[in-house]
């Protein structure tokens, strides 16, 4: 069915006046600030989304991620700072001006409507005649491989049939920037991992522009161009997926993408820690000094498990995961080391006392 869809191509507001570095560029956001009596929802946010990315916001819950989406669609109006699309300011434009999509949690469907008209309704709405509706609607069902169910109805529907209607809703009248707020979290695992492999798909074969908010790592990670990671109203760091989890900027990132174990300490000449744990070697070039507090993070699968380390620990939990073994240790001063093992190394029995150690170039040394 999907290979009878036909591809859709969007259509992008262009300004005459547009420059070759706007181009590039779909939305930019400068200084955006968003209060709520003393609450700081967004903390003077900069950031630019390129043309035709799909980028995600990532963040614990409360860091701000449904505030922006709703600030950039103008839902919500900003304190402060400005908002600009293909390079035109659109700070105070009205929503339905924006030319923006929208996909929310939960779908938001028309329960008294059937799936084509679910669809046909964000075409009525902007005047598109009957007979270009009924051909732009199958097309859009058949992306979204939905065409044999146009005439049910959303209760008729399983949960992701009903989060594909909502996508065919907002792809049909092809936005140039698509905005969707946790979009999957409602669904089960397996379900939601098909779901991210549509998006992607409906993202390459459209060109669109897309603003994907979640809280799961593992989302992000899988359907990103970038990752915006949020902390408090505030952007901690904005990155490809493999550069967020290879070098995080603080210890926030690396706790947030990934698992990491974290030794603090203070800093020592000839770039050693000194932690609660011992004294480790640092890699060269971090740029702290003598004395400064600072943190080493090195991610499970760098850690390595012998006879002798430079730290000893305990075994105190040992997880199976299918192709790895997840092993916790406890070191002498109470903190934990985790450590991944490939499925196939020998089992190692709880209460194992054992040498840990790393490269030493593949810690990390972030702020503390
Ligand atoms: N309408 C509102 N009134 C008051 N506070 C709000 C409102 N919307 C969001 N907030 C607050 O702003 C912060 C960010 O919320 P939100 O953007 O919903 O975060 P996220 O989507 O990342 O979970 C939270 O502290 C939240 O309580
Ligand atoms: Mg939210």
């Not at 199958?138 to 909502?166: C, I, N, T, W, Y």
Request: charged share 20%; proline share 4%; aromatic share 4%.
């Amino acid at each position: 069915m999907q290979a009878q869809a036909k591809p859709l191509t969007f259509n992008t507001p262009e300004s005459s006046t547009k420059t070759e570095a706007t181009a590039l560029i779909k939305l930019r956001i400068e200084a955006l600030s968003k209060h709520y009596g003393n609450i700081c929802a967004l903390q003077s946010l900069n950031l630019e989304v390129r043309s035709g990315e799909l980028l995600t916001l990532l963040g614990a819950s409360g860091s701000g991620k449904t505030t922006l989406l709703q600030v950039i669609s103008g839902l919500v109006a900003p304190s402060s700072g400005r908002i600009v699309i293909d390079g035109q300011d659109q700070t105070h434009a009205p929503a339905h001006k924006r030319g923006i999509g929208v996909v929310f949690q939960n779908y938001a469907l028309f329960p008294h409507l059937t799936v084509a008209q679910n669809v046909a309704f964000a075409l009525d709405m902007r005047g598109v005649s009957r007979s270009e509706a009924r051909v732009q609607v199958a097309d859009a069902l058949a992306m979204v491989g939905l065409k044999d169910l146009h005439q049910r109805f959303p209760r008729e529907l399983s949960g992701g049939q009903q989060q594909r209607v909502a996508l065919a809703r907002c792809f049909v009248y092809k936005p140039s920037l698509i905005l969707m707020d946790e979009p999957l979290s409602a669904l089960d695992r397996q379900l939601r991992e098909s779901m991210q492999m549509e998006i992607k798909r409906l993202h390459r074969e459209t060109g669109s522009t897309i603003i994907f908010v979640t809280h799961d790592q593992d989302e992000a990670l899988a359907l990103s161009d970038r990752i915006c990671l949020m902390h408090n109203g505030r952007i901690e760091q904005i990155d490809a997926p493999q550069v967020m989890y290879e070098r995080p900027r603080s210890v926030a990132v690396a706790r947030f993408i990934g698992l990491s174990n974290v030794i603090q300490g203070r800093v020592m000449t000839g770039d050693r820690i000194e932690s609660a744990d011992g004294t480790f070697a640092l890699p060269g070039g971090h740029g702290f000094a003598p004395g400064d507090q600072a943190a080493l993070v090195v991610r499970p699968e760098h850690i390595v498990l012998e006879d002798t380390g430079v730290v000893q620990g305990q075994v105190i939990e040992s997880v199976y995961a299918g192709v790895e073994t997840r092993v916790v240790l406890r070191l002498a001063s109470g903190n934990s080391i985790i450590a991944r093992r490939a499925s196939g190394m020998p089992s190692l029995p709880l209460g194992a006392v054992l040498g840990v150690q790393w490269p030493t170039h593949q810690g990390h040394v972030l702020k503390a």
